[in-house]
């Protein structure tokens, strides 16, 4: 079964420190989808990006990163210089590709609560 | 480009009453999906369309709860009769076949008494 784990319930750190948001998925198939999700106070969920399993470069927009190893199924999450503006809830998730014409739904994690204190 | 749309933002009710929460996704998006999400926990999907037939469903309580897409475009979810536990936010998104990145509403949130 597919599954995917945000170890890290509540962080918390001082603005201008680096912070990193852990994401271990599992899954037997050998092409999926991993997604990362930010939920700010205002309650909106805003997409943040989808890496194909065969991808495995990391990738980097302005300070957040991200850094996919599939050898340690894990997809985290990099805030560089955080900001109070960072502040959400941040969200992982797992899919299969699209099969008979349908997209496949999403594996949540439970979310990690980041707060960014000035 | 416009983001999905839904209405209302926020609706108060008492238990047992009906309410309706209406969603139009992004022009060109074929997957429209409901997801209730409760306070501190993440999202839970109740119903996909692909275009206006069902996808998934598996987890919409469907003594009390209904979803229709006519024309494969907006969307509407129905609770009767609503009960204490439904009080959550209502959350729609759409997607491009294909990628499968959600863009999401801003929601509504129920409140049951």
């Known amino acids: 079964a597919q599954k995917v784990t945000q170890a890290q319930t509540e962080i918390s750190v001082v603005e201008k420190e680096d912070v990193t948001l852990d994401c271990v998925y599992e899954t037997r198939d050998t092409t999926y989808y991993l997604f990362w999700y930010k939920q700010p106070p205002s309650g909106e969920l805003v997409f943040l990006i989808r890496?194909?399993?065969?991808d495995e470069q990391n990738e980097i927009s302005g300070r957040y990163s991200w850094n996919f190893q599939k050898s340690t199924s894990s997809f985290n999450f990099t805030i560089t210089a955080s900001q109070v503006v960072d502040s959400a809830v941040y969200f992982c998730?797992?899919?299969?590709?699209?099969?008979?014409?349908?997209?496949?739904?999403?594996?949540w994690g439970l979310g990690t609560s980041l707060a960014v204190n000035p | 480009e416009a983001g999905v749309a839904q209405s209302p933002r926020y609706k108060i009710i008492e238990k047992r009453q009906s309410v309706a929460f209406w969603c139009n996704p992004i022009s060109g998006h074929a997957t429209l999906y409901w997801y209730q999400q409760i306070l501190g926990q993440g999202p839970k999907l109740l119903i996909q369309?692909?275009?206006?037939?069902?996808?998934?469903d598996s987890q919409l309580p469907k003594d009390r709860f209904s979803a229709e897409r006519l024309k494969g475009v907006d969307s509407t979810l129905k609770i009767q009769p609503a009960k204490l536990e439904d009080s959550a936010v209502y959350l729609c998104?759409?997607?491009?076949?294909?990628?499968?990145?959600?863009?999401f509403g801003p929601g509504t949130r129920l409140t049951v008494l």
């Open positions: 369309f692909q275009n206006n037939g069902v996808v998934d």
């Open positions: 998730a797992l899919s299969d590709p699209p099969r008979d014409g349908n997209n496949r739904k999403l594996i």
């Open positions: 998104a759409s997607s491009f076949l294909a990628y499968n990145e959600q863009f």
């Open positions: 890496r194909n399993s065969f």
